[in-house]
């Protein structure tokens, strides 16, 4: 079966630096997404891998190892507005979005 | 503005009701998808559209149908709803045609089946 593991919960202080980690075992592989979900909203994307590496943007930064079936989004300098949940997914190869359960992270002052 | 809309924003509906829930976008995407959200499990696809005029099953399917009659708009109907069905349904889109597919999503329908 296809499976997405990533960590329910983890708690950061604003300004700090925290990793969240996304392992994946699917049919196929097209892409690793992260989006942002804050709470009683929709989903909104921050990134994509597909090649092995670091892809940064601003802030954000996510990386990922194929061959390992792991993915993590780095974020730094933490704001309370960041306090959200983030959700990894892989496209597999129907094109289709396999998505983890999600991991929220509290942010605190 | 340019986006997804979906319509109603929350429901409750009695057991065995017949719903339709709307999406309609603007960005004049291809690709359209209808997903549940439930607590503790990850977004769950029920039916997808490539292209107006196609649909196909996700992984939930089973108690929900949808069509494709033009690119803007693809509601998902519940024919007969059952408690099971309580959840919170996001439809999106993309531009499909390949694997960057950034999916788009609406604001969500929150549902409640008694």
């Known amino acids: 079966g296809q499976n997405i593991d990533q960590p329910t919960e983890m708690t950061a202080t604003e300004g700090a630096i925290v990793q969240i980690n996304c392992t994946y075992q699917?049919?196929?592989?097209?892409?690793l997404f992260w989006y942002q979900q804050h709470a009683g909203e929709a989903p909104t994307f921050l990134s994509y891998n597909v090649l092995d590496g670091l892809e940064e943007k601003g802030r954000f930064s996510s990386f990922l190892s194929r061959s390992k079936g792991y993915s993590y989004l780095l974020l730094k300098e933490l704001q309370m507005k960041d306090s959200a949940s983030y959700l990894c997914a892989v496209m597999d190869s129907n094109y289709q979005l396999i998505w983890g359960a999600g991991t929220k992270l509290i942010i605190k002052p | 503005i340019a986006g997804i809309t979906q319509a109603p924003t929350s429901q409750i509906l009695a057991a065995g009701r017949r719903m339709t829930l709307r999406c309609t976008q603007d960005?004049?995407?291809?690709?359209m998808y209808w997903y549940r959200q439930d607590l503790g499990l990850g977004l769950r696809l029920i039916h997808y559209s490539n292209t107006a005029g196609t649909t196909g099953k996700g992984e939930v399917p089973d108690g929900y149908s949808v069509s494709r009659a033009n690119t803007d708009d693809f509601p998902l109907t519940l024919a007969s709803a059952v408690p099971s069905q309580t959840s919170v349904y996001f439809c999106?889109?993309?531009?499909?045609?390949?694997?960057?597919?950034?999916?788009?999503f609406g604001p969500g329908t929150r549902l409640t089946v008694l």
């Open positions: 960005m004049r995407h291809n690709a």
């Open positions: 699917t049919s196929g592989f097209n892409g």
């Open positions: 999106a889109s993309s531009d499909g045609g390949g694997s960057y597919n950034e999916q788009f």
